[in-house]
């Protein structure tokens, strides 16, 4: 069964604290996507990567292709970070799927 | 640009009735996919639309049934609906050849 694993499903920090978020799957992927979910809100796309790593602002997300594993880290948290985040991954089964399967989530709760 | 968008926001139906929630997506974007978001499942695929076709189905039952119009928005029926089909229902728009989901702020559905 094609499996995303995220962990930890619940991080607490104080603001200013390096967070990090890890997400593992079971199989070859063609992309990755981390998600942000403030509570009762929608759902906003963070990154989508294939491979390497992206920056924006005080986010960073890495992916290693080789060993399935993916982080999402947040430098100097604040508590506007605070926040479900979600691995997404959408399988490399060929054809024309683009249907995203989703890891639990982590709930990212950064007091002041 | 204006994002995707999804109509009604919030839905209060009794058992056995049918409902259909509306899609609209990004100007441009001709895949329509829909995902439930339960606390206990979490986020599923539901389906997947382009071309007014659909592409992909979850492993849902057939009571979740969608549609897609020539001018790419989108609609999702659930007929006779139960407790269990209480979720948050979201819509996601994507170009087509590329992997990033742009997600709407979703339907709030409650069975009662």
């Known amino acids: 069964k094609n499996e995303v694993e995220q962990s930890p499903q619940n991080l607490t920090a104080q603001e200013g604290e390096f967070i990090t978020i890890n997400c593992s799957y079971s199989?070859?992927?063609?992309?990755l996507h981390w998600l942000q979910q403030h509570p009762g809100g929608g759902i906003v796309s963070l990154f989508m990567?294939?491979?390497g790593k992206k920056k924006h602002g005080r986010l960073i997300a890495t992916i290693n292709i080789q060993e399935k594993h993916s982080s999402l880290h947040i430098t100097a948290s604040h508590p506007r970070d605070s926040a479900v985040y979600i691995c997404?991954?959408?399988?490399?089964?060929?054809?024309?799927?683009?249907?995203?399967?989703f890891g639990k989530g982590t709930l990212l709760t950064v007091n002041p | 640009k204006a994002g995707v968008t999804q109509t009604p926001r919030y839905l209060i139906k009794t058992r056995g009735q049918q409902v259909t929630l509306s899609c609209s997506p990004i100007?441009?974007?001709?895949?329509v996919s829909w995902y439930q978001q339960t606390p206990g499942q979490g986020l599923q695929f539901l389906f997947e639309?382009?071309?007014?076709?659909?592409?992909n189905k979850g492993n849902f039952p057939g009571r979740f049934s969608g549609r897609q119009f020539s001018n790419s928005r989108s609609e999702m029926n659930v007929s006779t609906l139960e407790l269990g089909d209480s979720a948050l229902y979201l819509c996601?728009?994507?170009?087509?050849?590329?992997?990033?989901?742009?997600f709407g702020p979703g339907t709030r559905l409650t069975v009662t």
């Open positions: 100007s441009g974007h001709r895949s």
């Open positions: 997404a991954v959408t399988w490399n089964s060929g054809g024309s799927n683009y249907k995203l399967t």
């Open positions: 199989v070859g992927i063609s992309a």
């Open positions: 639309y382009f071309s007014e076709t659909q592409r």
């Open positions: 996601a728009s994507r170009r087509l050849g590329t992997y990033e989901q742009y």
């Open positions: 990567l294939s491979s």
